[in-house]
C-alpha cells in the first residue's frame, strides 16, 4: 500500500481565497491533487483539511507541520507521499520519482516530498509542535530525517499559487505547460 496526504488546510490568506477551491481547467486544486496521488499508483488518500469530513490539525494555526502530523496518524504506509494543494502543475511521473526514495523532495522545493511512517517522525512531530516557538521549517524536518534532494527535471511544475499573481502565471502557464506534457510522452 502506498499512501499520501494532501495539504490542504491553510488560511489562503495572501490568496484572499481558499485555495483547495480554486478551478483550474474545471477542476477545483483540490479535486487535481487527489486525481494526481491517484495517477501516482497511491491508494490510500488522506486531506488535511480543517473543516469537518477531513483530517483537522490537532495543532490549530501552526502551519503545514501540523497538518503532516495529525494526518501522519492514519497512514498505513511505511513512507508517505506529502503534497500542498496548490501546486497545480506537478505531475504523476514527478511524484514517482520522489516514491523512489524513503524521504526526498525536489533540490529547492521542500514539497512535495516522501517522509518515512515511523514512531520517531510522528514523535517529533508532536514534540515540535508542542514547543512554545516551534520550528515549523519542513526543510529541516525533512533534513533530520535524511532526505534525498532530487533535481526536479521540471521546475515549472514545482509553481507555487500563493498569491493571486502567482496564480495568475500558473493560470497562464498551464496551457503552454499542458503542451509541453504531450510533447513528453511516451
Known amino acids: 500500500m502506498q499512501s499520501a496526504i494532501v495539504l490542504a488546510g491553510g488560511r489562503s490568506s495572501r490568496m484572499g481565497q481558499d485555495k483547495a477551491l480554486l478551478k483550474l481547467q ?3 486544486l483540490l ?3 487527489v486525481s494526481l496521488v491517484k495517477a501516482a499508483g497511491i491508494n490510500q488518500i488522506l486531506i488535511s483539511r480543517n473543516e469537518p469530513g477531513f483530517i483537522n490539525d490537532l495543532f490549530p494555526g501552526a502551519g503545514p507541520l501540523a497538518g503532516i502530523q495529525s494526518a501522519l496518524l492514519h497512514v498505513n504506509a511505511d513512507h508517505c507521499l506529502v503534497l500542498p494543494v496548490d501546486t497545480p502543475l506537478l505531475t504523476a511521473d514527478l511524484l514517482k520519482l520522489l516514491l523512489q526514495h524513503p524521504c526526498s523532495c525536489f533540490a529547492d522545493s521542500p514539497l512535495p516530498a516522501v517522509i ?3 514512531s520517531e517522525v510522528k514523535h517529533w512531530l508532536s514534540n515540535q509542535l508542542q514547543q512554545k516557538t516551534p520550528d515549523r521549517s519542513i526543510q529541516r524536518f525533512l533534513q ?3 532526505v534525498v534532494e532530487i533535481k526536479c527535471p521540471d521546475q515549472q511544475a514545482l509553481a ?3 498569491t493571486p499573481d502567482q496564480w495568475q502565471h500558473v493560470i497562464e502557464l ?4 499542458a503542451k509541453n506534457l504531450q510533447h513528453h510522452q511516451p
Open 31 to 33: 479535486h487535481r491533487a
Open 160 to 162: 507555487n499559487t500563493n
Open 116 to 118: 518515512p511512517n515511523t
Open 174 to 177: 498551464c496551457g503552454d505547460h
Open 26 to 28: 474545471g477542476k477545483t
Open 144 to 146: 533530520r530525517f535524511g
